[in-house]
């Protein structure tokens, strides 16, 4: 069974520019989540889909990032425009309805 | 809210050397609780789990036991090999709403020297 995949694994990007990060679930998982971990600190939960819709997004850092998962399958996190402090790993998440989630190999965003 | 403190490190540790992280931490619920573990150019894996309290979780040689009295979840192995070297985190999670909501530590880094 594959498992959570990430694409991009690694971004460089100036100041202002956009970038869209996705991430394929493990198939059959209907929820999807996303977490970022800024240099040396947690990682922190950024937001939460069922299927297609968003159940929590209380984490999104601001209106710069706009997370999509078209038809209940993989997602995109868009940052526009990138700012210096969006630079970090930002993981993937998917699961089964209440199970553990199973994380992705994370997209290494750095923002120059 | 909830919150989890682990150790900043990093620690290193000669081969075959004890380790324990200290975890420790503050929940609102009965959370389950977690290790996961990044080696080098890798992703977030999952080491080990407790569920309820005083349940053991162990995996390749790492324990953490479910300590509710003291809010803890301190990983430990007895003899750490150079391949353990990683980023270790711990974390919880609530069940609310239909799905589990993470929590993690700040994450510390262990370096294993032969």
């Known amino acids: 069974e594959a498992g959570v995949t990430q694409f991009p694994s690694h971004s460089v990007i100036e100041k202002g520019q956009t970038v869209t990060l996705r991430c394929d679930p493990i198939?059959?998982?209907?929820?999807l989540y996303w977490y970022r971990r800024v240099m040396g600190k947690e990682i922190k939960f950024l937001l939460h889909f069922v299927k297609e819709s968003k159940q929590d997004e209380s984490g999104m850092p601001n209106n710069r990032f706009l997370a999509e998962r078209t038809g209940g399958t993989y997602s995109t996190l868009k940052v526009q425009p990138a700012e210096l402090e969006d630079s970090g790993v930002y993981f993937c998440?998917?699961?089964?309805?209440?199970?553990?989630?199973?994380f992705g190999p994370g997209t290494r965003l750095t923002v120059l | 809210g909830n919150s989890v403190t682990q150790m900043e490190g990093p620690v290193t540790l000669s081969e075959e050397a004890f380790l324990t992280i200290n975890c420790t931490y503050t929940a609102t619920g009965y959370p389950s609780l977690f290790w996961y573990v990044q080696y080098p150019g890798e992703g977030l894996q999952l080491l080990l789990k407790a569920t309820k309290a005083d349940d053991k979780g162990s995996n390749k040689g790492f324990e953490a036991t479910y300590r509710k009295e003291t809010t803890s979840f301190h990983l430990e192995k007895g003899s750490v090999q150079v391949s353990d070297s990683a980023v270790y985190f711990c974390a919880l999670s609530v069940y609310s709403g239909g799905y589990q909501k993470v929590t993690f530590g700040i994450g510390t880094k262990l370096q294993v020297i032969p």
């Open positions: 998440a998917s699961s089964p309805r209440g199970y553990t989630q199973y």
């Open positions: 198939s059959g998982h209907d929820n």
